[in-house]
């Protein structure tokens, strides 16, 4: 879970370039958004897979 939720975070710090760009409406901002919008999908439906797994784990631990 620790490795997956890493990702996560690197993803997310490697689109605020683009976020900038798109906050800003600077050059490039059209591009920007979309890669922006597709990593914050991908980094959610990652965050909710291990949110169940988190639960998982939780559920186990309290059957013992």
């Given at each position: 879970m620790r490795e997956e939720?890493?990702?996560?975070?690197?993803?997310?710090?490697?689109?605020?370039?683009?976020l900038d760009k798109v906050d800003a409406g600077g050059y490039g901002y059209k591009s920007a958004a979309p890669r922006a919008r597709?990593?914050?999908?991908?980094?959610?439906?990652?965050?909710?897979?291990?949110?169940a797994?988190?639960?998982?784990?939780k559920k186990s631990h309290e059957e013992k």
């Open positions: 939720i890493e990702k996560v975070i690197l993803d997310l710090k490697d689109i605020l370039a683009d597709k990593v914050l999908m991908e980094t959610s439906k990652q965050l909710k897979d291990v949110r797994q988190v639960q998982e784990v």
